[in-house]
């Protein structure tokens, strides 16, 4: 029994020193990973300028796997249409926080990454989803491909994505008042809110019918549909309500956010929705 023990160690030391040796033999060079960074186009340095070193944003339009939900059809944005889709959420979104709110508002409060998407993504009851806010770090843009910067419906719809997805990461910084917004409208919510056109959630008190999914979703609606609108286009919206019910409801979710603006972070709504106004004109005039 000892002496087989003692050969099956001599075997395994003449294994180790074969192995030894093949690696030796087999060892490359040089390391065989590629460091080298790639070149940075043209559109590169004007998000660095533009997004990355004055609001330490990152903006990410090369696909990546890792960033999307790969069960969907989607794709990449094409690339002349990274730039435009992005100067448009830099006047509208991020020019009038800054505007209204300082200079350092954006910079200390704000998604650390933007993801473009070209595509359209498509639920399977017929909806689509213009845009996520995972975290209150990121932040995903579709339909970048289908802007068109002279109509202002298409543009708003767009802005209105970042608009929405932003509310949500101030939520997380500061909470609304749960509380009062859900007194306003006790009945109306529904995970199915798909089903019910806008003038049917209107006259009930909500101001798109995706408000219906959730308070959180209301307060994030209300607030951003106000900054999308013009002025004179939320009075007119509001002027067509019937219902005196679902009138005051508004009128007193909006109310609402405007002391949210005021008590969380010294803000003027009024004024960022003028600024916005002003800048969407801005951008379809340009």
């Not at 339009?61 to 094409?78: A, E, G, H, I, M």
């Not at 979703?217 to 106000?226: G, H, K, L, N, Y």
Request: net charge negative; glycine share 4%; with cysteine.
């Amino acid at each position: 029994m000892k002496l087989f023990k003692y050969n099956k160690i001599a075997i395994l030391a003449m294994v180790s020193v074969a192995l030894i040796s093949c690696a030796s033999d087999d060892q490359p060079g040089e390391s065989q990973l590629d460091f080298t960074q790639p070149t940075k186009t043209a559109l590169d340095n004007w998000i660095t300028t533009t997004y990355l070193n004055p609001f330490n944003i990152n903006v990410q339009y090369k696909w990546n796997q890792n960033t999307v939900d790969n069960s969907r059809y989607l794709f990449p944005p094409t690339i002349d249409k990274v730039k435009p889709a992005l100067e448009i959420v830099e006047e509208i979104w991020l020019k009038s926080y800054s505007t209204i709110g300082g200079a350092d508002f954006v910079k200390k409060i704000a998604p650390r990454e933007i993801v473009l998407v070209g595509g359209v993504n498509l639920n399977s009851v017929g909806t689509r989803t213009l845009g996520l806010a995972e975290g209150g770090q990121r932040v995903t843009l579709f339909e970048t491909d289908y802007i068109d910067q002279s109509d202002r419906d298409n543009v708003s719809e767009f802005i209105h994505t970042i608009q929405h997805e932003y509310i949500h990461i101030l939520n997380q910084n500061k909470p609304f008042d749960e509380k009062a917004w859900a007194a306003v409208t006790p009945v109306g919510y529904t995970a199915d809110w798909y089903n019910y056109d806008i003038p049917e959630s209107n006259e009930i008190g909500f101001i798109t019918s995706y408000a219906r999914s959730n308070i959180n979703e209301d307060f994030a609606e209300t607030a951003s549909m106000i900054l999308i609108y013009t002025k004179a286009d939320y009075e007119a919206f509001l002027d067509g309500i019937e219902s005196p019910f679902a009138y005051q409801a508004l009128k007193t979710k909006e109310a609402l956010v405007v002391k949210y603006f005021k008590e969380a972070f010294n803000m003027d709504f009024y004024a960022l929705r003028d600024e916005a106004e002003k800048n969407t004109t801005g951008v379809i005039n340009n």
